[in-house]
C-alpha cells in the first residue's frame, strides 16, 4: 500500500497540493540520503535532502556530507560535481520511484531537458513522505504507462515522444522507467532492445518545440568552466604568438589551415562543412577556446606506427617491458604495425601483465586455454532436452546467432556462409554469456569482439581479451544502463566546461541528454570508422593516455569541430541524430585525436573532476564502506 497516495496520509502532512498555502522555509529534510557514484553497493556519498519553498516555487536540494567515509575527505570539485543546489521543481520533469524486493528504495529526478540526477537512496527511509510533501506543494500525477513515475506540474513528456518517433522501442520503454536517464530497472529483453535500436542506423523523425524559460540557477559548473577558460586565454595567446609569422607567410589563417591538413591528413575524407550550408543558418556563438589553433599548439601531430625492432627495444632479456608508460605514449601518438598487434595488444588489454616473461606468458597461455574449454564444454553439453527447459539459454543463444551473421560481413575474413570465423564469434560470445552469467549478451558485443578476433585469430585469446576488455566496458551493457548514464553525463559537463554556448544551445533545444552520442560510446565509435581505424583507435584508447576517458574528449572534439553547423543550422534533437549519424566515415581521425589531446590536457583536472568516478572505461572502484 503506497502511503503518498493515501488521502489519510496526506492529510496527516498537511492536506493536499496548495501553492500557496506555505511560506518561505524548508518544508522537507532528511538525512542520510545517498548516492553512487559507480555500481557497486560499498560505495557511497550520503548527504541531506532538502525541498525549500521560497514565494511560491518549491526548490529540491541535495548537499553531501563533508566526510566521504570516516576518514577520506571529499574534495571540493566532487562535492560540485553531484550537489543538487536550488533545482526548481518547475524544471523537473518526472520522479521515479524505485523499490526493490531487497535493499533501500530509491528515486530517480530528471528534468526536462532529459537530464537526469544520480539515484538518491533513502537509506532512513522516508520516500512516500517525500512523495506526499511534494504533492502538498506541486501538482504531480502518475504516469499512465508506469505506476512508479510520477509527472510533475503535469508537463507533456516531450523525451518519450521524441524517442518514440524514433522507432527506438527500448529507449520509449526506458523514459517512463528510470532509464531515460540510463538508470532505469529492466529486464534483459528490453536492455538488449535499447542497444539494438540505437545502434542500428536510423532516419529519424521528430517535431521541434519551444521549450519554456526557466528560472537562472547558479550552477557551480559555470565558475568551473571560467577557471579553465582562463587557461585557455594563456594557451591561445601563445598560439596567437607563436603562429602569426606563418599566417602572415602563408596569406592568413585558412590558409595555413588548409596547408596544414594537406601535411596531416592528404587523405582526409570530405567534410560536411564542405556541403552547402543551409540558408536558415543563423549567427553563432564563437568559440570560447579558439578551439583550431589551441589544437595547433598542444595537439601534437600522428607519427609513424611502432614496428617489431622499436617493441624489441622496450624489453628486457627475459621480455619484461622495461618502460610501460614510454611504450604507452609511443603507441598513443603512432599505434602499431598490424603484425605487432597480436603481441601488443595483450599487454594493452591487461591479459599479459607488463612486468611477466616469456615463460610466464606460455604458461598462462595454456592454463588460460584449458580455462577457456571448461567454460566452453558448460554450454557445448547442454542435451535438447535440457535447452527446453532452459529459457535464459535459448534467448541468448539466439540474440547471438542472429547478430554474429550480420556482424562485419563486409569484411573477406568474416565474409561468406560457413564461414569458421563466424562460428568462433558465435563460440566465444556464447561461452563468455556464460562466464559472466549476470551480464549475459547484449547486442553490440559482437563489435567489441569482432577486431579481437581478427586480430587474434585464436579461439582462446580472442575469449580473455574479450574478458579484459569487457571487465572496463561491462557496464555499458548494464540493464540499468548506469555505465552509459555516467559517461553520458560527463560528455553533458566536459561540454559545458569546454564550450559553454554549445552546451547552452544544447539546454535549449533539449539535447542534454546527449541520446546522439549512445552510439558513439557504447561501441567505442565502432560504426563511426572503417575497420581498419576502429583498430587504430582503439590501441590508442587502450594506452590510457593522457586519459582513460580519452573517448569522452573525442566526442567533444567532434561536437566542437561541427559546432557551427548544428548551432548555426539550429538542430533539433532528431536532426542533430541524423547529423551525427551521417558523420559515420566523414571524420579525419588523426586530426580528431589531436584534438582530443589538446582539449584533454587543456581541461586539465577540472576535466577529470566532470567525470564521476568508477565511469567507463575505468575499473570498477573496489572500495571499503564506511558509515558517515
Not at 252 to 267: F, I
Not at 424 to 447: A, E
Request: aromatic share 12%; hydrophobic share 35%; with cysteine.
Amino acid at each position: 500500500h503506497d502511503l503518498s497516495d493515501d488521502s489519510d496520509y496526506a492529510q496527516q502532512l498537511g492536506g493536499s497540493f496548495d501553492s500557496g498555502r506555505f511560506s518561505s522555509g524548508v518544508v522537507f529534510s532528511k538525512e542520510n540520503v545517498a548516492i553512487h557514484p559507480t555500481q557497486f553497493a560499498s560505495e557511497r556519498i550520503s548527504g541531506r535532502l532538502r525541498l525549500v519553498k521560497r514565494d511560491a516555487s518549491l526548490f529540491l536540494n541535495w548537499i553531501p556530507y563533508k566526510w566521504w567515509g570516516s576518514n577520506s575527505e571529499l574534495l571540493d570539485k566532487d562535492r560540485s560535481l553531484y550537489t543538487i543546489r536550488d533545482l526548481p521543481l518547475t524544471d523537473v520533469h518526472s520522479i521515479r520511484r524505485h523499490t526493490p524486493p531487497l535493499g533501500w528504495q530509491y528515486v530517480i529526478v530528471v528534468e526536462s531537458s532529459g537530464l537526469a540526477h544520480p539515484p538518491l537512496y533513502f537509506y532512513s527511509g522516508g520516500v512516500r513522505e517525500f512523495l506526499t510533501t511534494l504533492k502538498q506543494h506541486v501538482p504531480i500525477m502518475r504516469s499512465a504507462d508506469d505506476a512508479n513515475v510520477f509527472l510533475v506540474n503535469n508537463l507533456q513528456d516531450r523525451l518519450q515522444k521524441s524517442l518514440s518517433s524514433l522507432e527506438m522501442p527500448g529507449v520509449v520503454s526506458l523514459v517512463n522507467g528510470a532509464s531515460n536517464n540510463s538508470l532505469g530497472s529492466l529486464p534483459s529483453d528490453q536492455g538488449s532492445a535499447l542497444t539494438d535500436n540505437i545502434i542500428a542506423d536510423g532516419n529519424p523523425s521528430i517535431s521541434g518545440y519551444i521549450s519554456k524559460p526557466r528560472p537562472k540557477v547558479h550552477d557551480p559548473a559555470h565558475d568551473l568552466s571560467i577557471q579553465v577558460l582562463e587557461k585557455f586565454s594563456l594557451v591561445t595567446k601563445f598560439a596567437r604568438e607563436t603562429t602569426s609569422q606563418l599566417f602572415r607567410e602563408s596569406n592568413g589563417y585558412n590558409n595555413y589551415r588548409k596547408r596544414l591538413q594537406n601535411e596531416v591528413a592528404p587523405n582526409k575524407p570530405p567534410s560536411i562543412d564542405d556541403t552547402h550550408a543551409s540558408d536558415n543558418t543563423v549567427p553563432v556563438a564563437s568559440d570560447p577556446l579558439e578551439f583550431e589553433k589551441m589544437s595547433l599548439v598542444w595537439g601534437k601531430p600522428r607519427q609513424q606506427p611502432m614496428g617489431f625492432d622499436e617493441w624489441a627495444n622496450f624489453l628486457d632479456s627475459e621480455g619484461r617491458i622495461m618502460d610501460p608508460e614510454a611504450l604507452k605514449r609511443q603507441i598513443f601518438y603512432g599505434g602499431l604495425k598490424p603484425g605487432l598487434r597480436k603481441e601488443a595488444w595483450k599487454f594493452l588489454l591487461g591479459y599479459y601483465p607488463y612486468d611477466s616473461t616469456y615463460a610466464e606468458r606460455e604458461y598462462l597461455s595454456v592454463t588460460k586455454k584449458g580455462e577457456y574449454e571448461t567454460i566452453k564444454s558448460q554450454w557445448k553439453s547442454i542435451s535438447s532436452a535440457q535447452a527446453r527447459r532452459f529459457t535464459k539459454f535459448r534467448e541468448r543463444r539466439g540474440l547471438i546467432e542472429k547478430d554474429v551473421v550480420r556482424t562485419d560481413r563486409s569484411m573477406a575474413f568474416y565474409d561468406g556462409d560457413d564461414n569458421p570465423n563466424v562460428a568462433l564469434l558465435y563460440n566465444v560470445l556464447l561461452t563468455y554469456s556464460f562466464y559472466n552469467f549476470d551480464l549475459g549478451y547484449c547486442q553490440g558485443m559482437s563489435d567489441l569482439l569482432s577486431p579481437l578476433l581478427f586480430v587474434m585469430e585464436d579461439e582462446s585469446e580472442s575469449f580473455w581479451c574479450f574478458v579484459a576488455l569487457m571487465e572496463r566496458l561491462g557496464p555499458n551493457f548494464n540493464r540499468d544502463q548506469s555505465g552509459m548514464h555516467s559517461q553520458l553525463f560527463g560528455l553533458s559537463k566536459l561540454v559545458e566546461l569546454l564550450d559553454l554556448p554549445l552546451h547552452n544551445y544544447l539546454k535549449q533545444a533539449d539535447c542534454l541528454n546527449y541520446f546522439f552520442c549512445f552510439r558513439w560510446i557504447l561501441i567505442q565509435f565502432k560504426r563511426e570508422f572503417d575497420f581498419n581505424q576502429v583498430m587504430r583507435l582503439w590501441e590508442v584508447l587502450w594506452t590510457r593516455y593522457p586519459s582513460e576517458h580519452l573517448h569522452l574528449y573525442l566526442s567533444v572534439a567532434i561536437l566542437k569541430r561541427y559546432r557551427k553547423k548544428i548551432m548555426g543550422e539550429q538542430m533539433d534533437f532528431d536532426t542533430l541524430l541524423k547529423f551525427i549519424n551521417e558523420l559515420s566515415g566523414r571524420v579525419d581521425l588523426d586530426s580528431i585525436i589531436r584534438d582530443a589531446e589538446a582539449l584533454c590536457i587543456c581541461a586539465g583536472e577540472n576535466g577529470e573532476a566532470c567525470i564521476p568516478p568508477g565511469t567507463p572505461p575505468s575499473l570498477p572502484l573496489e572500495s571499503t564502506y564506511y558509515d558517515d
